[in-house]
């Protein structure tokens, strides 16, 4: 009876790691682990998979457990990104080739129509095009607003040739679809098409057909010249072809920009997401105020490092953060 009790006491026994070296056994009476200790558990302490390769010294080797926490934390730490200058092999290059899609992410008030008027105004910072080349620049908006208040902080109303479609008043369907595409877009070689789709994005996200056709403009509408800004309050699935499609991110600066930056990089850097969102917040977040911004390009320029993969402007920026710097660290 007693070898019995004996081996009865082992097998309700468990292992405990203190440290990297030590192993450590306790009773599991009054254990309230979750542990995986089922009825026959063999006592035998297992090696582990690991291995580790000390430094040898005069003859004998030693495990220094403060030399690897150390390294370990310097290595959690070492993921710091850095501003780096455009080079000038890359002066003439801007942020986007046309045509190519933005989306906008802010909070009412935020600055969207403001930064977006400014863009329309100098649309050739923005995108790569010589504004000598511009012969006809056609502007259509899409809003639930009646009017046209992007108008309002806009210098070169007088060069775009506007319509402005009220949502309420139109469905996202084959017709509607139709009509911009041979009706309204011009196919002029040097033509500059630009879709505003203004607050829309956040009332459609309940309609499914309408979801369906703008993730269908988002996918293609680029083939004919056209490239479109949305403007959208938070981060939701809903648009997550959309956001797929879009060649640039921006973020303005408003009680959501942290959280809008972060979801839109798990969808690509899951692995890495928390250390390149904690540096964003490091390198530009700390510093934004009102109506400043956060720009995420995902061109195929950007993913390989020819153009900034994070800046703070959309307009011919010199600094930023390459691609190439994030690839290095993941």
Known sequence: MHSQEKALRLTTRKRKRSSINDVEFTDNDDDDDDDDDDDGYNATV???????????????????????????????????LRLERKSSKNNNLKMLDFPNHMLVFGSTQ?????????ILDNIETVYNL????????????????????????????????????????????????NHLKKEVFLTH??????????DVLTATASKPNDMNSLDKWFSYF???????????HSYNLKFSTIIDQAGLIVSMYCINTSSVLRDILKRHLYRGTAKVWSE??????????????VCLN?????????????TNSLFDPTYGVNMRQIYKKL
Do not use: C
């Not at 390198?283 to 934004?288: G, K, Q, R, S, W």
């Not at 995902?298 to 994070?310: C, D, G, P, V, Y």
């Open 110 to 118: 935020a600055g969207k129509t403001r930064l977006i008027a400014e």
């Open 280 to 293: 964003i917040r490091r390198l530009f977040l700390a510093n934004l105020r009102l109506h400043d911004y």
């Open 46 to 80: 297992q090696k582990s998979k690991k291995k580790f390769f000390p430094p040898t010294i005069k003859g004998r080797t030693t495990v220094d457990k403060t030399d690897i926490r150390n390294t370990r934390s310097s290595n959690d730490e070492d993921f710091h």
């Open 130 to 177: 010589d504004s000598t080349d511009i012969e006809h620049r056609k502007l259509v908006i899409v809003s639930p607003i009646a009017r046209l208040e992007i108008t309002d902080h806009m210098s070169t109303k007088h060069l775009w040739e506007i319509e402005l479609y009220n949502v309420s008043e139109l469905k996202f369907d084959e017709q509607f679809e």
């Open 189 to 198: 070689p040097k033509t500059v098409n630009i879709l505003l789709l203004d």
């Open 222 to 232: 680029r083939h004919i010249n056209v490239s479109i800004i949305g403007t959208i």
């Open 298 to 310: 995902f061109t195929k320029e950007a993913l390989s490092s020819q153009r900034f993969f994070i």
